[in-house]
């Protein structure tokens, strides 16, 4: 319970990183020099590519008994089972442990009063209240953490893990800022999960209320441009709240009318880059500015107050309540009605539509969609109403999904690699929480991505030889019982069971994709990997096998 999560943080000096990188880093030379550009094909898939495709795609990577199931129900059942995800049975021992993780159950202001910073009786935090604070935080995120790796390891509605990781990213909060350390499980679990299959300006409207969002892009300082109210956004959010329980929001001194140095254009600068038109000749810096104007006095609330719920207030006197113009279009002041009109704008733009649903696309296409893909997603997209579902459902019955040129030809990235890994041995981890220090190794740690636009939704290329030793150290210590997952390992990392799980008839070849042409080179340069990892290790035992597997050419590839 007391590792601090800070821990798990990426740690970019390269001296020391990896246990037994220097044996491994051979290995990890040949394995990137495998991965050449895929062979450029315009067919459509066969059967069993279209098999493995689905289960690549619409999943963290095939289970024991995936490739089965989905040959004998078929392709079509099998996405429209994961475009219903409420229809998709948990099962009792992944709820049983979601349910221990009792930080989880709680919702932002629970999180804040029983978590959050305790400030001494002045009122103020010193540095003890800090550390301490730092540390309950490190409980929160910890979980937060567990919580998301149980679920995109075993949770059978695979698709909404996807989605979850792929919204995530979209509207990024970093962890590291603030109370949104605090809250970053609480705003996935608020402001991302519920909304991932529904309408695009539900997730806009969670995302931008959240109380992480909020301190993540700093709208919370964003007032109106007048002398006192800017004064009050000066203090540090915990003291925003009440202290005992009474509405200190409400006594917010009215602005005066001259003083423009409240104003703050974090959020709307990316409210507009990243979340909806995405194109930055769509908008000029006068539209960024009265955007931010409108999301003036969307705050924090009184987190320790009886009456506050969501964390969020709408505080009126730090509102600019002018006329805007934006975009061509005039918003009438209005108050809080303002934002909701601007979201709703900006969510039925079709610039918007073509933004999200060409990410949408390259997401699940692992590579750069067709304009003419984008155009029909952005039609369904405008036509819907913003149904994410309508849109997906469209992506997953397009020729181009299934394409033979799209088959095998993304790399997994960090996170889609560890999970996939995991998945392919069957079983769930006692201790999940070793993956997130691997993620953080891997410089893809959960919740703590810095650039407000997230993780890049798929490596831009292929893996470099430092990608890869990490990725082949992370195989090493999961196939040998470094890595404290399991307190035994599971017959699931036996090779044979790796390769029947991964839809491989034949024994450990790690150049060889069942159903798939994989070029000479390819199997060439898989070959060398095995030789090379065996004359590393010096022997060849099923540990070293189940090695080799997890971390070769075809493996890394989705």
């Known amino acids: 319970m007391g590792r601090d999560y800070t821990t798990f943080r990426a740690r970019r000096a390269p001296h020391g990183l990896f246990r037994g990188a220097t044996v491994l880093l051979p290995l990890a030379a040949v394995l990137a020099f495998a991965f050449s550009p895929a062979v450029s094909r315009a067919a459509e898939m066969s059967p069993d590519q279209k098999i493995l495709h689905v289960i690549n795609r619409l999943t963290y990577g095939p289970a024991p008994g995936d490739v089965e199931r989905v040959r004998g129900m078929g392709v079509a059942a099998f996405i429209a089972e994961q475009l219903e995800p409420d229809a998709i049975p948990q099962s009792k021992e992944l709820s049983a442990r979601l349910e221990a993780l009792s930080t989880t159950r709680l919702g932002t202001v629970e999180l804040f009063r029983e978590y959050g910073p ?28 567990d919580a998301r790796l149980l679920r995109a390891v075993a949770d059978p509605a695979q698709l909404r893990e996807l989605l979850v990781d792929f919204w995530y990213n979209h509207f990024n909060v970093d962890a590291g800022k603030g109370l949104a350390r605090l809250w970053a499980g609480a705003y996935e679990r608020e402001a991302i999960r519920p909304y991932v299959l529904g309408r695009f300006l539900d997730l806009l409207a969670a995302t931008a209320m959240h109380p992480a969002m909020l301190i993540a892009l700093e709208n919370w300082r964003n007032v109106a441009p007048r002398g006192e109210a800017a004064a009050s956004a000066s203090a540090e959010p915990a003291a925003l709240g009440p202290q005992n329980g009474d509405d200190r929001q409400n006594e917010t001194p009215a602005p005066a009318e001259t003083d423009v140095q409240g104003i703050n254009t974090t959020y709307a600068a990316t409210l507009l880059a990243a979340h909806t038109l995405g194109d930055a000749t769509a908008f000029s810096a006068t539209d960024v500015t009265a955007l931010a104007r409108v999301f003036t006095g969307w705050r924090i609330g009184a987190p320790r107050s009886e009456t506050d719920k969501n964390g969020f207030v709408f505080d009126q006197k730090a509102h600019d309540p002018t006329d805007k113009s934006f975009l061509g279009a005039t918003i009438q002041g209005g108050g809080m009605a303002e934002g909701a009109a601007a979201l709703r704008f900006l969510a039925e733009h079709p610039a918007t539509a073509g933004h999200v649903c060409r990410r949408l696309a390259a997401y699940f296409l692992a590579g750069e969609p067709s304009p003419g893909l984008v155009k029909r997603l952005s039609a369904v997209f405008l036509q819907s109403g913003g149904e994410i579902r309508a849109v997906l459902t469209t992506l997953f019955s397009d ?6 040129k799209r088959y095998m030809a993304g790399f997994k990235s960090p996170l889609r690699h560890v999970v996939s890994a995991i998945r392919a041995t069957g079983a769930m981890p006692d201790a999940p929480t070793p993956l997130a220090g691997v993620l953080g190794r891997m410089e893809m740690p959960l919740y703590h991505c810095p650039d407000p636009a997230g993780f890049a939704l798929a490596p831009a290329g292929a893996p470099t030889a430092r990608d890869m030793a990490a990725r082949v150290s992370f195989a090493a210590d999961l196939a040998s019982g470094r890595l404290p997952l399991w307190a035994e390992l599971p017959k699931g990392l036996a090779p044979q069971s790796l390769l029947a799980a991964l839809g491989r008839a034949q024994a450990a070849q790690t150049a060889e994709t069942p159903g798939a042409k994989t070029s000479g080179k390819t199997k060439s340069a898989g070959k060398r990997a095995a030789q090379a990892a065996a004359s590393a290790k010096g022997r060849n035992e099923p540990a070293h096998d189940a090695a080799i597997i997890l971390s070769g050419p075809d493996f890394v590839r989705y």
């Open 399 to 404: 020729a181009e999904f299934f394409d033979e």
């Open 118 to 145: 305790t400030p001494d009786k002045s009122g103020g935090l010193g540095p003890s209240q800090v550390l301490a604070a730092r540390d309950r935080a490190g409980i929160v995120s910890r979980e937060a953490a």
